[in-house]
């Protein structure tokens, strides 16, 4: 393998890729060649860096020279500046806040070095459609020590030391799924990846399985020997992550190659291969049972719970189910060793399973944000360095709401609890949820009544219909807020909406149904004054519901800085806009339909919210 002097890592992962990152490689390229430094620098796709705000993203390696938001045409200033000269390009680098050195670096960047990373570890450093850069990194090592050196028994018993509890949402105990699976009758069983991430701002599976997809393949080998009489394997992703699925089919085809999937693996004898399966979009179809009878070909509906799918799971045949992010974790827990990974988290999971949470979590962290992207911490972090010290705190100075963890399907975290350990004891006990990893920062511009609508319109519009709980109680549920944003609820409706919350809680066939009222309850019990203010003053404090809102217009600043510009008028679907060109213009409340396009079109905001 050739030595290059410098190693270019252009991020290639969605967000990158959609802001033209792949053209800036190849730009790369060709100055590179022009410039006859073809056997000095090498141009590397990777993976998601994880600082997605900043993309499109390139590192410069063994120096870890950070550029943010480059474009084409930086490409030939980069080249000529510093692969040349040896002098970074200074307006094109991520400087953080106060930093003091002129020429930061990677592990300078408190994003960066703010976080542990395990399930990210290959993070930026590989390129995910070449198996020799994951093997060169020490992949599919834990697979040969598995298969050389370990029973299927000292296997199971590392993943219970560690404490690995599923990344997909549930938080059950992997190593105890794994050994119900192994106890359970039967002589053909499978196992599954749950790729299937269809929580809205959530994007920590597609990250994996895009940066590094030969680690969920590996702990995917690994669990079917450890499971035993396993040997046929399914990933399920949904058809929203194309770029996903062409670099998980790569990685599959590259270790069917190398003999790491397929029949006799490491000539033991141990037959193990895996299939993707493409989901349709679903969001019900993350829940277990439901995503199991797609990859059959049967409709998305989940099944009642008092038959486990590692009995009777695909084709009634015992099944074990993990996420993206949970397999990511199992080839790093067999090398190092169970211990090494319970010493990361809270609690203790020696005698109870459950007694912990161990490890790391990777997050989404979007919304309100400076620093959006993907982050891995230790459990146990709590919200406010995840917020403040990773992800720089609240963008243009605003101040700080409330953070939701968990998805739709999770709950609103007041500002009082900023300062919460993140594990999953501790969410789940103000009302929230781990989840898979999505986590929204708000700031004071957000309606909290309209946040939980929205994430209730989600969940509503995902249900199955199964049930009734969940299908006749999240559209009542949906209808009381429209009632209240629009500015005709009552204080009846706010009893109402927490008896019907209580009540879908309680007999909803699965977790989406379960958990669909979490935004509203947290809501409701965090921030119940703007549910008040929205049902009794008929007033929405941010000034979101526009229905709740008043329109005027400051007549001095429209003559005298807009000199009565009249696009106000143009816009105005109602006609409710009063007034001649190059003159004060005037809104007839009688007529104003308070649709806010004045508001929106005002260039020298003269037209405000009273």
Not at 2 to 28: D, F, P, W
Not at 132 to 160: H, Q, W
Request: proline share 5%; net charge negative; aromatic share 8%.
């Amino acid at each position: 393998m050739k030595n290059y002097r410098l190693q270019l890592m252009v991020c290639a992962g969605t967000a990158c890729v959609s802001n033209h990152s792949l053209e800036i490689k190849e730009a790369l390229e060709r100055e590179i060649k022009n410039h006859n430094l073809e056997n000095e620098a090498q141009v590397v796709q990777t993976g998601c860096n994880g600082f997605c705000g900043a993309g499109p993203i390139l590192v410069v390696q063994p120096d870890g020279i950070f550029y943010q938001l480059l474009k084409v045409t930086d490409v030939k200033q980069i080249v000529e500046e510093h692969l040349i000269k040896g002098r970074p390009v200074k307006k094109l680098l991520y400087t953080p806040p106060e930093e003091k050195t002129p020429i930061p670096k990677l592990s300078d960047i408190p994003f960066f070095a703010e976080q542990t990373l395990i399930a990210l570890r290959n993070r930026g450093l590989i390129d995910p459609e070449n198996i020799d850069d994951y093997i060169a990194r020490g992949g599919y090592k834990a697979l040969a020590k598995v298969l050389t050196s370990m029973t299927p028994d000292e296997v199971l018993n590392e993943i219970k030391i560690s404490g690995l509890r599923g990344r997909g949402g549930g938080g059950f105990p992997t190593g105890v799924k794994w050994e119900s699976c192994k106890k359970a009758h039967g002589d053909e069983k499978y196992v599954i990846c749950n790729a299937d991430e269809g929580d809205p701002g959530a994007f920590m599976d597609r990250s994996i399985i895009e940066g590094d997809p030969h680690s969920v393949i590996e702990g995917m080998i690994i669990g079917a020997y450890a499971i035993e009489n396993v040997k046929q394997g399914y990933i399920y992703v949904r058809m929203e992550y194309p770029l996903a699925i062409k670099r998980f089919q790569i990685a599959i085809n590259q270790a069917r190659e190398y003999g790491l999937l397929g029949q006799n693996i490491f000539d033991k004898g141990f037959d193990f291969d895996i299939e993707i399966r493409r989901g349709a979009g679903a969001f019900v179809c993350g829940e277990s049972t439901a995503l199991m009878a797609s990859i059959e070909g049967k409709p998305g509906e989940p099944r009642a719970k008092y038959i486990h799918t590692v009995e009777k799971g695909l084709w009634d045949k015992p099944t074990c189910l993990n996420n993206v992010e949970t397999w990511a974790n199992v080839p790093q827990i067999i090398l190092r060793g169970g211990k090494w990974f319970a010493s990361i988290g809270t609690g203790d999971v020696s005698e109870d399973p459950w007694g912990g949470s161990k490890g790391t979590k990777v997050f989404s962290l979007a919304g309100k944000v400076n620093n959006t992207g993907l982050v891995e911490v230790p459990m146990g972090i709590t919200l406010r360095d995840i917020i403040f010290r990773i992800g720089g705190g609240i963008r243009d100075g605003k101040k700080f709401k409330a953070v939701q963890t968990g998805g739709p399907s999770g709950g609103f975290i007041p500002e009082s609890l900023i300062d919460l350990p993140v594990d999953y004891e501790e969410l789940t006990k103000v009302g929230s949820m781990m989840g898979s990893g999505g986590m929204v920062v708000t700031d004071e511009d957000n309606c909290m009544v309209d946040m939980a609508k929205y994430f209730l319109a989600f969940t509503q519009a995902e249900s199955c219909g199964k049930c009734i709980p969940c299908r006749e109680g999240t559209k009542r549920m949906l209808d009381i807020l429209e009632k209240i944003t629009a500015g005709q609820g009552t204080e009846e409706d706010l009893v109402l909406l927490e008896e019907l919350s209580n009540a879908i809680v309680e007999s909803s066939l699965c977790a989406l149904g379960g958990s669909a009222p979490n935004p509203v309850l947290t809501t409701l019990k965090y921030f119940r004054d703007e549910y008040e203010a929205h049902v009794k003053d008929k007033k929405c404090p941010a000034h979101i519901c526009r229905q709740l809102n008043t329109y005027k217009i400051n007549e001095k600043i429209c003559l005298e800085i807009g000199h009565g510009c009249d696009v106000c008028k143009k816009y105005c679907p109602d006609g409710a806009i009063i007034g001649e060109r190059k003159k004060v213009h005037y809104i007839d409340p009688a007529k104003c339909g308070k649709c806010g396009a004045c508001y929106d079109v005002c260039n020298f905001n003269a037209i405000y919210i009273e």
